[in-house]
């Protein structure tokens, strides 16, 4: 069987391509200030390209306050399980840096270039090559959920999950938003850390002054605020807030020299941390600084800052919870604030972490798919990223094991200039899950 699936997915390649440009072309950037057509538009595409696979009802569900998402399914067989396939159709915002536009795809250096083209449009392709694989009769039960708001981190759907708790009901569920640990190596991924988005402001002065009058008795907001920030680190660059511990890891052991490359790490450049790097960066806290406001170095003023502003990004181990999270790093930023500088701590949102249940049948089945698809067994990694909508269905699914797999490969350049997919790497993976398909069918059996 796992050559005819594999002959179909091939044949079915060069459309699944054309599929792909057609959804990268469409700029469904979800964030607010952005235009809401492109994003209906990609959602349209989306239904399109599902029910030309073979899917039936599929349709848009207009989620209220949110942008659509789109479902389409096929009905079990009678006595087998079913399968909620899970991808989104929203992308991030193009950014800088791009060669060409980033909503023209264009093959380059071996990928298929555009925003979106991995995350996570082709994780659409790949629900549909799957079911395409079959000639549209799966030997199981196949419902497609495909949402538009999962770059934005405000998930309306994830908000009114019980609203469709009865047409999402599932034995399985599978997330394509992930990827493999490199190119060609097949990987599940088993856990997605938590997520804390914090703002931190601190004010010292009403107004800017003098820093040769001033400078010196007077307090610096950005100078505290430095301090602050630096505080949260230990001296081997670990993340350090009291009460926050790591959790252990098992699984995967990243390479270094893969992990320098990957991440684009300058010559010379030391790591930060201690520990595995596996560990730590998929079962430890990691607090990034990701914006900063303060004033510009072309023509700053010699003066000093009377408030200054920064955004913090807390990665939380996968059992953590993040409210928690959030209170232990206000507390921490509270106590490292120097001289008694008015501070003022805000949570911008909050994301729990996840950890799979990896006894679980289809699990194993997954694992089997993949070993066919690819010839090799497949590791288990953790992601660093999130992923909020996944504990949500877990929690509103507890009896459905949930697979993370994908077409996102660390080369693949999700959220920055140039992403790009391996498109052998989503025939393998359109494979895979073709195959897991009749994997969960044989469960059954
Ligand atoms: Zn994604």
Redesign the pocket.
Known sequence: MTDALRAAVRAAMPLARAELERLVRIPSVAFPGFPVEPVREAAEATRDILASAGYQGARLIEIPGGQPAVYAEIPAPPGAPTVLLYA?YDVQPAGDGWQGDAFTPVMRDGRLRGRGAA??KAGIIMHALAVRAHGGRPPVGVKVIVEGE??TGASHLEASLADYRQILQADAIVVA?AGNWKLGAPTLTTTLRGVVKAVVEVRTLEKPVHSGLFGGPAPDALVALVRMLAGLYDEAGNTAIPGLTREPWVGLDYPEAEFRRQAGILPGVGLAGTGSLSEQLWSSPAAAIIGLDAPRVEGAGNALVPVARAAIALRVPPNHDPAVAFDLLERRLRALAPRQVHVDIRCEGLGAGFAVATGAPAFAAAQRALERAYGVPAVQMGSGGS?PLIPALAAAFPGASIVMWGV?DPDAG?HGPNEGVDLDELERMALAEAIFLEELAALRS
């Open positions: 989104h995350d996570d999962e770059e938003d992923i996102e999700i």
